[in-house]
């Protein structure tokens, strides 16, 4: 059974930074072989795309409204996504979640796919203004 445990949330003023982990465990394949994505969700918001990684082709992918500020980082020794963020905004608010899937096609540059098959339990982000 795959389990995806985010940690690295907290409380943070306007221009901080915070790194979100996410420790994965119970992969059937090689870490390496997963597309892995981080997505949040703002109260009273959809869930939106943030950034994933998929290191099988050496893919990466931001939204916009990170690009520049957030970046997206993996340590297969650890089985572990990491999610630095500088220059936090308080619209950056939410709750954030790592998602894994087996088919690496969910990230590419271009973008993530949201129908991950597992999902973590996610980690609050605030940021105060």
């Known amino acids: 059974e795959v389990q995806l445990v985010e940690s690295g949330g907290g409380l943070v003023q306007t221009g901080g930074s915070l790194r979100l982990s996410c420790a994965a465990s119970g992969f059937t394949f090689a870490f390496d072989d997963y597309a892995i994505g981080w997505f949040r969700q703002a109260p009273g918001k959809e869930r939106e795309g943030v950034s994933c990684?998929?290191?099988?082709?050496?893919?990466?992918h931001y939204a916009d409204s990170v690009k520049g500020r957030f970046t997206i980082s993996s340590d297969k020794a650890k089985n572990t996504v990491y999610l630095q963020m500088n220059n936090l905004k308080p619209e950056d608010t939410a709750v954030y979640y790592c998602?894994?899937?087996?088919?690496?096609?969910?990230?590419?540059?271009?973008?993530?796919?949201?129908?991950?098959?597992?999902w973590g339990k996610g980690t609050l982000v605030t940021v105060s203004s």
């Open positions: 990684i998929n290191n099988s082709k050496g893919k990466t």
């Open positions: 998602a894994a899937d087996d088919e690496y096609y969910y990230c590419s540059e271009y973008g993530q796919l949201n129908e991950y098959d597992d």
